[in-house]
Every structure is written in structure tokens, then in C-alpha cells.
């Protein structure tokens, strides 16, 4: 397991082993070190302080074993990305989900394996089925036909662990199941970029869900089956219609506006889901992108989350609760909350005794 993590860290910063060797002034050898991620070796304490400092991690990132692997975590073709970026982004999660774990472990909170209620993995015929299939997993997570409110808290209450972080540009979200330490069951994972807008990463969301729920053997065009996945799944044909009306014309921009801040989703996105409902015709929609909606594809107009706090709205909850429920009930310091939350005292201080510490009733 050590080995295996020194060699993503070690990807992680784009060093060979000569190069890590350098920047170590020579004093573990590029040979050593290619036996310490082979396994025949392991560091003493002084040289595993060295690596961890000089790869940027930790040394209980380089030690532990509750995560024992990523399974299925795949870079779409057209994301073009490095080995470094690659690196990047698996380092970056397991890092992640080896300090929710650590606070689950203490809280002893249970982790499952991931299961659709009332609904297996769905073998598609054709992508046209990911329609109902989005219908179906509604009605097993009782969501009605309304607007989702908050789509990375739902996914967290089903036991889906989310991780925004930064992704290269290119690349939108991705999902993947984690094997964790012997005799411990898979856990659910959707990765999206925080430098997204809120609506791109709410269909990233879904479209990711629809990956995990398709059948991998499904002779479909899986990115398209999930988009259509997404757009039904986040935006319902037979609420759409109550609010937009069975056949439409044209729309006016104001309305198209209010309709994607209550649906939450892009601008683009919302024409290309009234086409696919029939609302509209193709050729209207057409002409909108080709008009008034040019650029939508790759500008949002008005968007939900201003630039500024970009990746703050509707981002993952859950883990912060857990270290800070912890941290109330004393199994756990400050110093160890910190350490979870990666977060300074003065962060932790606040969120224990609020803005004015003359409230609180935190005591440490």
C-alpha cells in the first residue's frame, strides 16, 4: 500500500525517480526509491518525514491502508489529460475519503456499499430508455415530479460521497467506487470541478448518477444515455410541461431566465431538454442557439452563483458535520480537527462558537 501511494505522490508532482532523488539532495537514491514503491523495501521514520515533505502529503497519507484503491475511475477520451493531472485528481480523492472515513471510524457511522433503493444497475436497449429510467429512480427516492433543491445533498443522504475539487478545465466530473480495507464494503464516489458553474456541475452530478446506474454492458452510447439521464432526471418532462405548457413557439429570454433558476440548471441545457420533450421543435431550437441563445454553450447568461464564490453554492456539507459533530462531543481535539478539515484554529474556533465568541457554549 505504501508503495502504491508514493508512486501517485510522486506522479502527483511530475517527478521521475531520478528527479525525486534530486530534489531529496541525492540522499535516498533513485534505486531505493524504486524499491520502496515496489514493495521490497520500506523507509525508516526520518526518510519517510523526507518524502512525505518533499511530495507535499502527509505521512499518514503515505501509511494508511483504509483506502485501499479507486476502481473504475476513468478520464473521458476527449478530457485529454496527463498523467500528472491523472495523478492529480486520484491523490487529491483518496486523500479526501481517507479523512471522511477516519471521522466515520470514530463517529461509527456505517458504511455501506452503494444501492439504488427498489432499482439494480439498468440494462438500456437504447438510449431513449435512460428517460424512464430517471422517472424510476425518482419515484425509489420519493422526489415527486419538483425541481431537486439541492442535488449534492441529496446524493450525500444516499450514501454517494462528493468531492468538489479542481479538476483541469477540460474535464467535468468523473465517478468511481472505492475499495477500502479488507472485509470492508465499496463506497460511491462522484468527483465534479469547483471551477464549474453551479448549473454545469448539477448536471455533471446527474450525468455522473446516470454512469453509476447504467448497466456497463448496455450496448448504448453511455455518455449520451447519461445526458439524457441528466436532463430527465433534474428537469421532469410532465413538470416542464405544467410550467412551459405542451407546445410552445418561441420563448422570451426573462422567461427562459426563470425557468433555469428554478430548475438550476444551464440556459443551454433547458432548450436542449424542450426539444428532447417536444415542447419546442428541433429547428426552434436551432434558431434560438444560432440567435438570442448564442454563446450560451460556452457563457451562462445570469448565472445562479456569482464568479466570485464559485464552487461555495451547493457544495458537500456532510464531511464538515461529521468532524465538527466530533469535535463537539470531544473525540476529537482542535488540532485533530484541523488536521480533518485542513482548516486553520481560527476557522475551527468560529465554527464551535460563532462570530461573537460570548455565545458559545462550545467548551473545549
Not at 521490497?40 to 483504509?66: A, C, F, H, I
Not at 452563483?305 to 465538527?324: A, D, T, V
Not at 476529537?332 to 465554527?351: F, G, V
Request: glycine share 4%; charged share 30%.
Amino acid at each position: 500500500m505504501f508503495g502504491q501511494r508514493l508512486k501517485l505522490a510522486r506522479k502527483k508532482q511530475g517527478l521521475s525517480l531520478r528527479s525525486l532523488s534530486d530534489r531529496l539532495d541525492n540522499q535516498i537514491s533513485a534505486q531505493a526509491i524504486g524499491k520502496y514503491e515496489r514493495g521490497e523495501m520500506m523507509p525508516g521514520s526520518r526518510v519517510l518525514l523526507n518524502l512525505s515533505k518533499t511530495l507535499e502529503v502527509t505521512p499518514e497519507y503515505l501509511l494508511s491502508d483504509q483506502v485501499l484503491s479507486l476502481e473504475g475511475m476513468e478520464f473521458r477520451k476527449h478530457s485529454r489529460t496527463t498523467v500528472r493531472e491523472r495523478a492529480e485528481v486520484e491523490a487529491t480523492v483518496i486523500d479526501h475519503l481517507e479523512r471522511y472515513l477516519a471521522v466515520e471510524n470514530i463517529l461509527e457511522t456505517c458504511n455501506q456499499d452503494w444501492q439504488v433503493p427498489n432499482l439494480q444497475r439498468r440494462f438500456l436497449g437504447c438510449v431513449e430508455e435512460a428517460e424512464e429510467l430517471a422517472i424510476e429512480l425518482r419515484k425509489a427516492w420519493n422526489l415527486g415530479i419538483d425541481a431537486i433543491p439541492n442535488m449534492t445533498e441529496l446524493l450525500e443522504e444516499q450514501g454517494i460521497k462528493v468531492v468538489l475539487t479542481k479538476l483541469p478545465e477540460r474535464v467535468s466530473g468523473l465517478t468511481c467506487k472505492v475499495q477500502q480495507s479488507a472485509n470492508k464494503t465499496r463506497l460511491s464516489v462522484i468527483v465534479i470541478n469547483n471551477t464549474h458553474t453551479l448549473e454545469r456541475r448539477r448536471l455533471t452530478l446527474a450525468h455522473e448518477l446516470g454512469h453509476r446506474i447504467i448497466a456497463d454492458d448496455s450496448p448504448v452510447d453511455h455518455e449520451k444515455a447519461s445526458n439524457v439521464f441528466a436532463g430527465a432526471f433534474l428537469m421532469p418532462k410532465q413538470h416542464l410541461i405544467m410550467e412551459t405548457g405542451k407546445h410552445r413557439n418561441t420563448f422570451g429570454y426573462r422567461e427562459i431566465i426563470q425557468l433555469k433558476r428554478q430548475y438550476r440548471v444551464s440556459a443551454a441545457a433547458l432548450l436542449v431538454r424542450f426539444e428532447a420533450t417536444d415542447i419546442i421543435k428541433k429547428q426552434t431550437m436551432v434558431y434560438a442557439f444560432q440567435t438570442y441563445a448564442k454563446g450560451w454553450r460556452r457563457s451562462e447568461p445570469d448565472p445562479i452563483e456569482p464568479e466570485k464564490q464559485r464552487g461555495e453554492f451547493e457544495s458537500p456539507r456532510r464531511f464538515e458535520r461529521l468532524c465538527l459533530w466530533a469535535l463537539a462531543e470531544q473525540f476529537i481535539s482542535p488540532a485533530k480537527a484541523m488536521e480533518l478539515l485542513k482548516q486553520p484554529l481560527e476557522y475551527i474556533e468560529e465554527a464551535m462558537k460563532g462570530p461573537t465568541k460570548a455565545n458559545a457554549n462550545y467548551c473545549q
